[in-house]
C-alpha cells in the first residue's frame, strides 16, 4: 500500500498491522494493514460480510484479536496490560442500530459515562449533554425517552453519546443504514460537521455518495483483506482491481 | 383399677424425688397433630389424653415440656433425628419400635375398632368386606391388624395419615370402613363424625411415651415415676374419663361458629405462610441473581456450578428437601434444625433455582447491543451490568418474578408435612379435631385464594411503580 501525502503529513491516530480475525474456524480479517493520521477521515466499502464491521470492532475490541497489532491513540490493544476502558474512552462507536439505553432519557444515556467514570458532576454531565444536544439539533429532547424519537433523533443523540467523553477518535459502523432516506441527511450532516472539526473518523458506510464527499480516503475491503485503498476520486474514477470494479459498477 | 387404689395410700406419701435429673430442665416433646382424644386443640390450644397427662407429669416430675405437634410419622422422625427429646403420641409399644426406641410402663390399654358410615347397614362385620377397601392410618395398629386379616376377608387396605381424612373416605364412600383405636373411633362418634362402630373392640397394645434408644433416661425414668404417681392418686383415671367415660356430646354448630372459632388459628397460619414465603423469596432472589450470573458467565467452572445446582433443585420435588432438611440433616450433623430455617432452606433454595433461569432468561434477552454500547463507553462489564443491561433485565424480568412469588406461597402449603404450623397446616388442625373437612378446607382456600390475590396486586403495583 502506497502511502498517501495526507498519510505522511499527520502522526498516526490508528495503526493496524498484520491485523487477523476468526470465528473458530472462519477467518474473517486475513492479515490488515491500515494507518489512520490524525483529523483524518476513512471510509470503509466492500460487500457485505467482508470483514468491515469486525475491522471496526477490532479498533475497540469489541472483538478479540486473533494476531496482529492494533494501535490507537498510543494504546496497543493487543497488549492484555493495556486498560482496554481507558482506550475505549478515547474511541467514539455510533452503530448502525443506535443502541440508546430505553431505560434513560436523552440526557442521562449522554450523561452515563461521563458521571459514571466520575470525568464529571451531574450537573456539569448534564450542562455537557446539552452542548452536545445542541450540536446535534436535538436540545429540546433532552428529557425525551429514545422510544419517543425517530430514526434520525435516535442517531443523532447516539452520536452525541459517543462525543461526551471527548474522545480524539470516531467509529461509524453504518451510522445511516438502518434509517428512512428522508432521515438520512440529518445525521449526515452531524457527521460532516464532525469532519469539518478535524474529528478522526472511520466509517463503514453504502453510502457511496457520502464516502466520495466526504473521505480524506476509502478502503475497499473484500474477502477479509484491503483490496484497494486510495483518494475518493482515484478509486471511485479509476479503481486499479476486477474486484473493486465489480463491486462499484454493482453499487453505483 | 383395684390395684392402683392399693396403692393410692402409699403413693400420697410419696414425695416428689430430689434431683431426679429432670427438675427445672424444659423437654421437647413431639406429638401428633390430631389424634383425639389423646391430642387435640381446643380453641387453639392443644389438649387431649396425651397432653394432660404429659404435663401432669411435668409437674409433678418439676421439669417443664414444651409441645411440638408434628404429626405421627414427622413427630418419630423428629425424635430419631433429636429434635425432640420424647414422643407421646397414642402410640403402641411395639418390638419393632423397641429396638430404636425406650419406652416407658404402658400408660393405656388400646384396642382396634372398625367403624362404617353412620347410614350404611350393609356393613355389619369383617365378612361384609368382601372385595371391598378400607382405611387405616399409615403406621398404626389398626393398619397391622387390618392387613393381617385382610387376606382371609378379601379386602384391601389402604394407609391415610390422619383420622380425619380416614373418615372422610369412609364418609364420601372411596372406602367402606375405618380400622382405628376403639378411644379414637368413640370419640369422634361422639363429635358427630358421621360413622358408627360395628365390631367388637379387638384388645390391642398399649401406649407408651417413648425417648430415642439409650437417651434421655432420666425423662423417661421421672415419666414412669410421675405416671405411678398420678395412678395413685386418682389422678389418672380422672384425665381418662374426662375425655373417655363422657366424651363431650358436640353441639352442631353453624358456618359461622367455625369460622369464628378457626379464625385465630387460622390467621397465625396465614401470618407465618406469608412470613415464610417473604424470608424466603428475598434469599431465593439473592441465590437466584448470583447463580443466574453464574449461568451467563464466561467461567465454566461458575457456569457448571449454577447449572448442577439449578438442575438439582428443579429436578427434584420441594417435599423431599424438606424431609431431608428437617429430618436429614440433623442426623448428619448431630445439631438440631430450626423449623424456620429448614422451611426457608428448602423453599429459598427450590425457588432460587427457578429465578436462575429467569435471571438467565432476563439478561439473555437483553439486546447484546445494549452491553456493546455500554462497553463501547469506557465502561466495565460490572458497571454496564449494573447501569445497562440489569435494569432492563429486571423490567422483563418482573411478570416471571411475581409469578414465582406466588408459586411460593403456594408451595410453602407443602411444609406442612415436617409440622411448620403454616396456614393449610392449621386448617389440619382444626378438622381433624371437629371433623368438619369440607367446610374448614373451603375456608383456608378462601384465605389462600384473597392473599395470593393481594399480593399479586400488590407485586403489579411495585412493578408499575418502579418499571415505569
Ligand atoms: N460474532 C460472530 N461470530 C461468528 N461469525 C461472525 C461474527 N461476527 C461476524 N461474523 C462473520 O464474519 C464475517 C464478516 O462479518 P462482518 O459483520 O464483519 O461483515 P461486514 O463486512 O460488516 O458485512 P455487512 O456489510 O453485512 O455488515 C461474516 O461472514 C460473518 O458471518
Ligand atoms: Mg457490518
Redesign the interface.
Known amino acids: 500500500m502506497s502511502a498517501s501525502p495526507v498519510e505522511t503529513q499527520k502522526p498516526a491516530k490508528i495503526t493496524v498491522k498484520g491485523l487477523r480475525k476468526s470465528f473458530g474456524a472462519n477467518e474473517v480479517l486475513k492479515g490488515i494493514d491500515v494507518e489512520i493520521a490524525e483529523g483524518e477521515v476513512v471510509c470503509v466499502i466492500g460487500p457485505s460480510g467482508s470483514g468491515k464491521s469486525t475491522l471496526l470492532r477490532c479498533l ?1 475490541k ?1 472483538e478479540e484479536i486473533s494476531a496482529g497489532h492494533v494501535v490507537v491513540d498510543g494504546f496497543d490493544v493487543t497488549d492484555p496490560k493495556v486498560d482496554i ?5 478515547h ?3 455510533v ?1 448502525q ?1 443506535f ?5 434513560m432519557s436523552v440526557a442521562e444515556n449522554i450523561m ?2 461521563p458521571v ?2 466520575k470525568k464529571a458532576t451531574k450537573v456539569e454531565a448534564r450542562a455537557q449533554a446539552m452542548k452536545l444536544l445542541d450540536r446535534v439539533g436535538l436540545k429540546e429532547k433532552a428529557d425525551a425517552r429514545p422510544a419517543s424519537l425517530s430514526g434520525g433523533q435516535k442517531q443523532r443523540v ?1 452520536i452525541a ?2 462525543l ?2 471527548n474522545p480524539g477518535i470516531m467509529l461509524f459502523d453504518e451510522a445511516t443504514s438502518a434509517l428512512d432516506p428522508e432521515m438520512v441527511g440529518e445525521v449526515l450532516q452531524v457527521i460532516r460537521d464532525l469532519a469539518t472539526e478535524g474529528m478522526t473518523m472511520v466509517l463503514v458506510t453504502h453510502e457511496m455518495g457520502f464516502a466520495k464527499e466526504i473521505g480524506d480516503r476509502v478502503i475497499f475491503m473484500d474477502a477479509g483483506v484491503v483490496c484497494e485503498s486510495g483518494r475518493p476520486d482515484e478509486l471511485f474514477g479509476n479503481p486499479q482491481q476486477e474486484r473493486t470494479k465489480e463491486f462499484l459498477s454493482k453499487v453505483l | 383399677m383395684g390395684m392402683f387404689l392399693v396403692f393410692g395410700g402409699a403413693g400420697a406419701a410419696m414425695a416428689a424425688p430430689a434431683d431426679n435429673g429432670v427438675e427445672g430442665k424444659t423437654f421437647v416433646i413431639g406429638t401428633d397433630t390430631t389424634f383425639a382424644p389423646f391430642e387435640f386443640r381446643e380453641n387453639g390450644e392443644l389438649t387431649g389424653i396425651d397432653m394432660d397427662l404429659v404435663r401432669a407429669i411435668a409437674e409433678a416430675g418439676g421439669f417443664k415440656v414444651e409441645i411440638r405437634s408434628l404429626g405421627f410419622n414427622a413427630a418419630l422422625q423428629a425424635l430419631t433425628s433429636n429434635q425432640v427429646d420424647g414422643v407421646i403420641a397414642g402410640m403402641s409399644i411395639t418390638d419393632e419400635r423397641k429396638q430404636v426406641y425406650d419406652f416407658s410402663e404402658p400408660y393405656f390399654e388400646s384396642g382396634i375398632q372398625m367403624a362404617v358410615a353412620k347410614n350404611d347397614d350393609t356393613i355389619k362385620g369383617y365378612e361384609d368386606l368382601k372385595g371391598k377397601t378400607v382405611v387405616a392410618k399409615t403406621g398404626s395398629e389398626g393398619e397391622a391388624y387390618a392387613k393381617s386379616i385382610a387376606g382371609q376377608y378379601g379386602f384391601t387396605v389402604k394407609s391415610l395419615d390422619q383420622s380425619a381424612t380416614m373418615y372422610e373416605s369412609v364418609k364420601s364412600g372411596s372406602a367402606v370402613a375405618v380400622f382405628d383405636d376403639y378411644p379414637v373411633l368413640a370419640y369422634g362418634v361422639a363429635q358427630n363424625n358421621g360413622l358408627k362402630t360395628v365390631t367388637d373392640k379387638v384388645p390391642g397394645g398399649s401406649y407408651g411415651f417413648a425417648v430415642n434408644k439409650g437417651k434421655n433416661t432420666a425423662l423417661l425414668a421421672a415419666f414412669n415415676d410421675g405416671l405411678a404417681k398420678l395412678k395413685a392418686d386418682g389422678d389418672y383415671q380422672k384425665i381418662l374419663d374426662k375425655y373417655l367415660a363422657n366424651p363431650t356430646a358436640a353441639q352442631p354448630t353453624t358456618f359461622l361458629d367455625l369460622l369464628g372459632k378457626s379464625f385465630p388459628a387460622l390467621m397465625s397460619g396465614l401470618k407465618n405462610t406469608l412470613l415464610v414465603t417473604i424470608i424466603s423469596f428475598a434469599v431465593a432472589m439473592a441465590i437466584g441473581l448470583l447463580a443466574g450470573f453464574m449461568k451467563i458467565s464466561h467461567n465454566i467452572v461458575l457456569r457448571g456450578i449454577a447449572t448442577t445446582f439449578v438442575n438439582i433443585f428443579r429436578g427434584t420435588p420441594l417435599l423431599l428437601w424438606a424431609f431431608m432438611f428437617y429430618f436429614g440433616l440433623p442426623q448428619l450433623t448431630g445439631q438440631p434444625i430450626n423449623i424456620w430455617v429448614a422451611g426457608v432452606l428448602t423453599l429459598s433454595l427450590n425457588s432460587g433455582a427457578y429465578v436462575a433461569e429467569i435471571v438467565r432468561g432476563g439478561i439473555q434477552s437483553v ?1 447484546p ?2 452491553l ?9 462489564y460490572g ?1 454496564s451490568m449494573q ?2 443491561v440489569v ?2 433485565a429486571f ?1 422483563m424480568m418482573t411478570p416471571s418474578l411475581i409469578n414465582q412469588l406466588i408459586i411460593m406461597l403456594k408451595d410453602s402449603s407443602l411444609l406442612l408435612a415436617i409440622g411448620f404450623a403454616e396456614l393449610l397446616y392449621q386448617g389440619q388442625q382444626i378438622y381433624a379435631a371437629n371433623f368438619r373437612v369440607t367446610e374448614t378446607l373451603l375456608i383456608v382456600g378462601v384465605i389462600y385464594f384473597v392473599a395470593v390475590m393481594a399480593l399479586t396486586k400488590l407485586a403489579n403495583y411495585a412493578d408499575r411503580r418502579f418499571n415505569k
Open positions: 475497540n469489541l476502558n481507558e482506550v475505549r474512552r474511541v467514539g462507536m452503530f442500530h443502541n440508546l439505553f430505553p431505560h452515563l459515562a459514571e467514570l447516539a453519546r459517543a461526551a467523553m | 439486546d447491543g445494549q456493546e454500547a455500554s462497553r463501547s463507553l469506557g465502561l466495565g458497571k447501569k445497562v435494569p432492563q423490567k
